[in-house]
């Protein structure tokens, strides 16, 4: 058994590698680690219908982001432009950052 990583972080780029929409790109919005999900910016919209009530007097179709599974996406690396496999290294001063498996490139700041 492999514990769950989560080696995307809010607000950053991701793909998505899996389903139909598969290629696209967007801003985490949100991470739930507990369900190994995301919300990813206009990614997997799901319409809710609400009804008229404290929050809006009118009712009617919203769209939101619906949850995907965090293994449906990569991260972006901004240098290679493209959904990359992520790896984490030691540097010299102790921290762990995450790299891009395909050209090295830190992606934490
Ligand atoms: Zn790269």
Redesign the pocket.
């Known amino acids: 058994m492999s514990r769950p990583h989560f080696r995307i972080k809010k607000n950053e780029e991701v793909e998505v590698t899996v389903g139909k929409e598969k290629g696209k790109r967007g801003k985490v919005l949100k991470v739930i680690p507990e369900k190994e999900r995301v919300l990813v910016e206009k990614i997997n919209l799901i319409k809710r219908h609400t009804r008229p009530g404290a929050r809006s007097r009118q009712g009617g179709i919203v769209e939101m982001e619906g949850p995907l599974p965090i293994s449906n996406v990569m991260l972006i ?6 959904a ?1 496999r992520v790896g984490y290294k030691i540097l010299d001063d102790q921290r762990k950052v995450r ?7 830190i ?1 934490d700041k």
């Open positions: 690396c901004s240098k290679c432009d493209r990359v790299h891009c498996k395909r050209c090295g490139e992606l």
